[in-house]
């Protein structure tokens, strides 16, 4: 009697393996099932993976799916001695859910348009098209690290023998390369219709993109989503010097269809990937987590990604050449004494983890003790120690036989450690840590400094034209962030008054240099930033209120003694001609006419200063009518 339970208990378990895989297999194309189990530390963790045979694709379930049961029935083959089912039991048989999946229009509509109307309306001559890809590939700029030359070469000569026939999400990325290489890379006359004479609008590449992304079914887990999604948003985010709650929209919905198909997960540990598929994997999520923490550190927002929850390996700093589809291994990662147009992206990986550390800080209500603020200090210290010397900050002045896209990259990687150390310690800052105020002040410094360097280099004739691009919304974020910690550290002083105060006297005159040559910049940008336009006003509070102390300071001082005389220099507040005071008109949002001895900006300064916490973007700013 017990063998004939045991026969049916195993014959209802494989009954019921069967319809779980049937219900994997049925929810796209022919998919096998598989289990493959990562060991960690001291547990390991079970995950279900189907990945389709004909490309990289994966789809990634966690352990709370409910296909994880199907582990669960492999374990209860064991238990099958002692388990006793009723086998009149029989689930019904399966039938095919039919239903309008397409049909929620927040994806957007394509019945509007065809495959062969866009490529017919948006896609230039193959001569044209040929010469965007050749300035892309060539150009000594940032390219998409998951887009290899050589592959993606091969697939362009394909697309050409049937266009009717291409993958509209691989269409979107081809459109993606032709907007970025006729606005920043290519030359005016490569952006001229051969057959009209008339210059192309690079913004239609864009509007194909888009189309193409919604042609595609972009939102569903499928080859070349993640990839095209965000070379959209790459494109998307260059076009404002401001955030774009745009692209955050679009990378939530790339992130989401990263975890899907399992981009988080290293490819050692899920899925059956060629060395080639693996390594661009790593390639697209490593872009994914990059491009989703900086850009919900300028919204405010916390990131969509949670490192701690992947364990996707860093791609190696490896040339295109080095390797391709037909590799069985990897090559050994390149030194990084060269700089390669990889290294930057490869290095910036690594400064990430420490960014995002903090980031997740600044972001917490939790109050951290000054052991762990140290802590978290020598973290980002040791982080920065990690950068090649090739990468390593220097002056303009000793960069004049550098390339151009070599000193940016400089900048861009000091730029995350120096802002790690101003939003590590700019609320400890504001509450009188002096350790915390030295380095806010010195990182907010530098930060500030740089960029005005950079930004007279930017101009025609200058070191950096060629790059001007670079000058986007993540660099200008970072300035303004300096500015208002500078802001900040000053409006400290001036509220301290006479009593001891954690600022030194003797950088006061500096910092407002920098903040005079700072509201210079905000003008020029404020008629393409509103971000701009609303820090030229908190300056212009700053200074003014700095002019007020002063001359009050000076109308209320008893007749200096001899020794005080000797050192006025040194304990001066600022030089009177580097500040022209009386020129500094507060801004119309602000609602407030400057009249000496009033000390209302002491208090609005206050709710100013308030939004640097994170990033600049994220400030309120409409409340004060900007």
Known sequence: MSTARNNAAEDRLLHLESLVQQLIGGQGTEKSTEASVHSTKASSKQ??????????????????????????????????????????????????????????????????????????????????????????FSAKTYIAPFIHTYHFQRQYRKFWQDVNKVNPLWLSMLFSVCYFSSRFVALPDSVRNPSTNTIRDYHSFHTAAGKCLVLGQYHRPQKFTLEALLMYAQCRNLQSLDPSREVGAILAVAVRLGYEMGYHRDPDYIGKFTVFDAEMRRRSWAVCKQMDLMISFMLGMPSNIRFEACDAKSPQNLMDSDFDESSVTLPPSRT????????????????VVGFYNVYCDALSFKEKSESEILQLDNEVRGMQKTIPKILRARPLAESLADDSFLIMSRIYLDFIYLKSLCILHRKYMKKGNAFSTEVCIDAG???????????????????????????????????????????LAVHTKLKSGSQITTIPVLIDSKLLDLLKQSHAVCLEKSSVSKDAQSVAGAI??????????????????????QSQVAHAD???????????????????????????????????????????????ANNEWSEFGA
């Open 47 to 136: 995950l279900n993976v189907t990945a389709n045979n004909d490309s990289p694709t994966t789809t990634y379930f966690g352990s709370t799916h409910w296909s994880a049961i199907l582990q669960d029935i492999h374990a209860l083959k064991v238990a099958a001695g002692t388990a006793v089912l009723d086998a009149s039991e029989e689930s019904p048989p399966l039938t095919e859910v039919v239903g309008h999946q397409n049909s929620d229009v927040i994806f957007g509509s394509s019945g509007n348009y065809s495959l062969q109307q866009i490529i017919s309306q948006y896609l230039p001559e193959k001569i044209e098209v040929d010469r965007f890809l050749a300035a892309y």
């Open 336 to 351: 990084e004494i060269e700089g390669t147009k990889l290294l930057w992206f490869a290095v910036k990986e690594r400064l």
């Open 445 to 487: 410094s530098k930060v500030v400094d740089q960029f005005l360097d950079m930004n007279k280099e930017i101009s025609p004739g200058g070191q950096l034209y060629d790059v001007r691009w670079m000058l986007n919304n993540f660099t200008m974020n970072d300035f303004l962030l300096g500015v208002m910690v500078l802001c």
């Open 540 to 561: 212009k509070l700053t200074l003014a209120a700095a002019k007020l102390s002063k001359s009050h300071h000076e109308n209320n001082t008893a007749p200096a003694s």
């Open 570 to 616: 040194e304990v001066s507040f600022v030089d009177e001609e580097a500040i022209d005071w009386f020129s500094l008109e507060l801004p119309a949002w602000t609602g407030y006419n400057y009249n000496p001895g009033d000390e209302t900006a002491f208090d609005l300064m206050d709710t100013l200063l308030d939004f640097s916490t994170v990033g600049v």
